[in-house]
C-alpha cells in the first residue's frame, strides 16, 4: 500500500484533501479508525458492547468496498503515475 503511511500523515494533520491525493484507500483507514477506535476502547474498558455489537454483514461489506477503492487507487497510480 505504497503510499498509505503519507496518507495518514496528513490526514491525522487535517489535510485530508492531499491525504486522498496521495492514497484514499489509505484515507478512508485513517477515517474508520478514527470514527471505531473511540468506540472500542470504551467498549473494552466497560467490558461490554457500547452502543451495540458489530453485525458481520456491514464489516465485510465495508471491507469488501475498500478492498475495491486499494485496488482501483493502485490502478489509478500504475498507469498515470
Do not use: K, N, Q
Not at 496518507?7 to 485513517?30: E, I, K, M, P, Q
Not at 452502543?51 to 456491514?58: K, S, T, Y
Amino acid at each position: 500500500m505504497c503510499g498509505a503511511t503519507t496518507a495518514w500523515a496528513y490526514a491525522v494533520r487535517g489535510d485530508v484533501v492531499r491525504a486522498a491525493s496521495v492514497h484514499l484507500a489509505g484515507t478512508l483507514l485513517c477515517a474508520a479508525v478514527a470514527i471505531s477506535a473511540p468506540w472500542l476502547f470504551a467498549s473494552s474498558v466497560a467490558g461490554r458492547w457500547i452502543v451495540g455489537r458489530p453485525a458481520l454483514e456491514p464489516v465485510l461489506w465495508a471491507a469488501a468496498i475498500w478492498f475495491l477503492v486499494v485496488v482501483l487507487d493502485w490502478a489509478h497510480h500504475w498507469w498515470l503515475g
